[in-house]
């Protein structure tokens, strides 16, 4: 096929999938113009596109968005690399040891179930409102993901290449340098994945909750105290978008610069949220 | 993410003590003991980290007759599965019925699925204070929340039912003169039943979790999320503790107990192992 279609066709499945989604918006507008829905409630696309300029600071105002923007990022970021610190070496050790793994999943079970954000109450207990409490409950977020995925990554490694490595005389250095992390990294990739998507999920929560002046959840929240709906919409579409670009360009990137260049095969990807 | 696999077979001992039994209970009782231990002896705060045993008295009076309100931890568990049940149900009507409008029909590709992947990226939880506007403070709040959190997997799982499922199955059907709705009342139903199964599955573990933030937010009386955060207000522990405890050890029973009670059921009556 010459180029030029095949650009064609990559234009034709974009529009496809654009189209629904600019339907919905569509109707939604009319509905809010028309006088269907209520636009204190359910304020048009084209209010919440305006809010959105005027939060950017595109009209002269301050520019607030990026302020909340950028805490949020700080907190989920942080949250996740605590997360990583702390479900990396946790899940080479419970990967490792089948004896230790049966030890401690009881409690494992026990927490699994668990929101991270039912622990906010005592934390707000503990170390009040502030970053301190958001960044844990975010870590305890994100943390499950990254060492259940390291556990599986160590584990599916199994024990021959290990003995390979051994029987020629390598150190236990050696088998974790050169067998078990190279062996586990697409598990690990994964489970970055989903730390920080889940670090990034629980964040609005506990913004929500214990916040004091910045983050999009603080902003979601005190908005709706002014019924500035716009603003809340803004928020919302942010932090879906901020979720997004985290996955495929972040994450997305990561991947197709190790997994899929050194890796034969696609490492199973996880579940959502 | 199920941890217990089967244990290697050993040999069997006169009096081998069950292992699988042993080990939940040295494990949490060497973590709760120590607690306890340590919050008696003044090691860590007793306020911060009252003692498991104190913790289970205030639940056990809180979940009594004298209670304040009386049986009040029972109501918001009542109440917590109530807009559980609610939610999920929900999500398991509308969300099979969207799977299968994509799944089976163009038109329902065509529409839903751009539209699901601009809405999935959302974080269930941000959809709370919007929704509190459109419903107010109200249980309907929380049971569209869990309904958010649930219905993806189903519709995921529905819809992944379908894709696996053989053309030749069709085509059998087909040949032997089968109607549409004879189709879907015998091939197409069986065939993604395992699928629906395992997406209520991770469904209702994402919608307890959501439910129990949801109510710490939305909630305007009783809930198992409201009661731990109005205790957070009044700076009391034990409840605080014991709501989590409750939480916990519910999630655990309707994941493994009620869940995979069907998950069981239908994987020994239909033979299909769905992997994720």
């Given at each position: 096929?010459?180029?030029?279609?095949?650009?064609?066709?990559?234009?034709?499945?974009?529009?496809?999938?654009?189209l629904?989604?600019?339907?919905?918006?569509?109707?939604?507008?009319?509905?809010?113009?028309?006088?269907?829905?209520?636009?204190s409630?359910?304020?048009?696309?084209?209010?919440?596109?305006?809010?959105?300029?005027?939060?950017?600071?595109?009209?002269?105002?301050?520019?607030?968005?990026?302020?909340?923007?950028?805490?949020?990022?700080?907190?989920a970021?942080?949250?996740?690399?605590?997360?990583?610190?702390?479900?990396?070496?946790?899940?080479?050790?419970?990967?490792?040891?089948?004896?230790?793994?049966l030890?401690?999943?009881?409690?494992?079970?026990?927490?699994?179930?668990?929101?991270?954000?039912?622990?906010?109450?005592?934390?707000?207990?503990?170390?009040?409102?502030?970053?301190?409490?958001?960044?844990?409950?975010?870590?305890?977020?994100?943390?499950?993901p990254?060492?259940?995925?390291?556990?599986?990554?160590?584990?599916?490694?199994?024990?021959?290449?290990?003995?390979?490595?051994?029987?020629?005389?390598?150190?236990?250095?050696?088998?974790?340098?050169?067998?078990?992390?190279?062996?586990?990294?697409?598990?690990?990739?994964?489970?970055f994945?989903?730390?920080?998507?889940?670090?990034?999920?629980?964040?609005?929560?506990?913004?929500?909750?214990?916040a004091?002046?910045?983050?999009?959840?603080?902003?979601?929240?005190?908005?709706?105290?002014?019924?500035?709906?716009?603003?809340?919409?803004?928020?919302?579409?942010?932090?879906?978008?901020?979720?997004?670009?985290?996955?495929?360009?972040?994450?997305?990137?990561?991947?197709?610069?190790?997994?899929?260049?050194?890796?034969?095969?696609?490492?199973?990807?996880?579940?959502?949220? | 993410?199920?941890?217990?696999?089967?244990?290697?077979?050993?040999?069997?001992?006169p009096?081998?003590?069950?292992?699988?039994?042993?080990?939940?209970?040295?494990?949490?009782?060497?973590?709760?003991?120590?607690?306890?231990?340590?919050?008696?002896?003044?090691?860590?705060?007793a306020?911060?980290?009252?003692?498991?045993?104190?913790?289970?008295?205030?639940?056990?009076?809180?979940?009594?007759?004298?209670?304040?309100?009386?049986?009040?931890?029972?109501?918001?568990?009542?109440?917590?599965?109530?807009?559980?049940?609610?939610?999920?149900?929900?999500?398991?009507?509308?969300?099979?019925?969207?799977?299968?409008?994509?799944?089976?029909?163009?038109?329902?590709?065509?529409?839903?699925?751009?539209?699901?992947?601009?809405?999935?990226?959302?974080?269930t939880?941000?959809?709370?204070?919007?929704?509190?506007?459109?419903?107010?403070?109200?249980?309907?709040?929380?049971?569209?929340?869990?309904?958010?959190?649930?219905?993806?997997?189903?519709?995921?799982?529905?819809?992944?039912?379908?894709?696996?499922?053989?053309?030749k199955?069709?085509?059998?059907?087909?040949?032997?003169?089968?109607?549409?709705i004879?189709?879907?009342?015998?091939?197409?139903?069986?065939?993604?039943?395992?699928?629906?199964?395992?997406?209520?599955?991770?469904?209702?573990?994402?919608?307890w979790?959501?439910?129990?933030?949801?109510?710490?937010?939305?909630?305007?009386?009783?809930?198992?999320?409201?009661?731990?955060?109005?205790?957070?207000?009044?700076?009391?522990?034990?409840?605080?503790?014991?709501?989590?405890?409750?939480?916990?050890?519910?999630?655990?029973?309707?994941?493994?107990?009620?869940?995979?009670?069907?998950?069981?059921?239908?994987?020994?009556?239909?033979?299909?192992?769905?992997?994720?």
């Open positions: 096929m010459p180029p030029g279609f095949r650009l064609f066709d990559r234009v034709i499945v974009v529009v496809q999938f654009l629904p989604i600019l339907g919905l918006l569509l109707f939604w507008e009319l509905a809010v113009r028309t006088g269907l829905a209520q636009a409630i359910l304020p048009a696309p084209s209010t919440i596109l305006a809010r959105a300029v005027e939060l950017l600071g595109l009209t002269g105002e301050r520019a607030v968005l990026f302020g909340h923007i950028g805490a949020s990022l700080k907190r970021l942080l949250a996740f690399a605590l997360a990583v610190a702390v479900g990396v070496p946790l899940g080479f050790l419970l990967g490792l040891s089948r004896e230790a793994q030890w401690v999943s009881p409690i494992l079970s026990l927490m699994l179930p668990l929101p991270a954000v039912a622990w906010t109450p005592i934390l707000l207990v503990v170390f009040g409102p502030g970053d301190l409490t958001i960044v844990i409950v975010c870590f305890l977020g994100a943390v499950f990254v060492l259940y995925s390291t556990m599986q990554g160590v584990r599916a490694c199994g024990t021959q290449p290990v003995w390979v490595v051994r029987s020629m005389g390598g150190s236990r250095l050696d088998v974790l340098r050169r067998v078990l992390i190279p062996a586990s990294l697409p598990a690990l990739i994964t489970g994945k989903l730390g920080m998507a889940h670090s990034w999920r629980t964040l609005v929560a506990a913004e929500m909750l214990a004091l002046s910045s983050g999009l959840g603080y902003m979601i929240f005190s908005a709706r105290s002014y019924m500035d709906v716009s603003t809340m919409f803004v928020g919302v579409v942010c932090l879906a978008a901020i979720g997004m670009a985290i996955e495929h360009l972040l994450f997305g990137t990561l991947e197709r610069a190790t997994i899929h260049r050194w890796y034969v095969r696609d490492a199973g990807t996880g579940g959502r949220q | 993410m199920t941890m217990e696999t089967a244990a290697a077979p050993r040999r069997a001992r009096f081998a003590l069950p292992m699988a039994l042993v080990r939940p209970v040295v494990s949490l009782g060497l973590l709760f003991g120590l607690w306890e231990i340590a919050a008696r002896t003044g090691t860590i705060s306020f911060l980290f009252p003692p498991p045993t104190a913790i289970l008295a205030s639940l056990w009076v809180s979940a009594g007759p004298n209670g304040d309100p009386p049986f009040g931890t029972l109501l918001d568990i009542a109440l917590s599965l109530y807009r559980l049940l609610a939610g999920v149900g929900l999500a398991l009507v509308l969300g099979s019925l969207i799977g299968l409008a994509i799944g089976l029909t163009r038109w329902g590709r065509a529409i839903f699925k751009p539209i699901i992947s601009a809405i999935m990226p959302i974080p939880l941000a959809w709370t204070p919007i929704l509190l506007l459109v419903f107010g403070i109200d249980n309907r709040t929380t049971i569209t929340v869990v309904f958010i959190a649930a219905s993806f997997e189903i519709i995921y799982n529905v819809v992944t039912g379908i894709e696996m499922m053989t053309r199955t069709y085509w059998v059907a087909a040949s032997m003169g089968a109607s549409r004879q189709t879907l009342r015998y091939v197409i139903v069986p065939g993604i039943l395992p699928y629906l199964i395992t997406g209520l599955k991770l469904g209702v573990g994402y919608a979790r959501a439910l129990i933030a949801a109510e710490m937010l939305a909630a305007s009386s009783h809930g198992l999320g409201f009661m731990i955060y109005d205790a957070q207000e009044y700076m009391d522990m034990k409840s605080i503790y014991g709501g989590i405890l409750t939480i916990s050890v519910l999630g655990l029973l309707i994941e493994r107990g009620v869940v995979g009670a069907l998950e069981k059921r239908t994987i020994e009556k239909w033979g299909v192992n769905v992997e994720r």
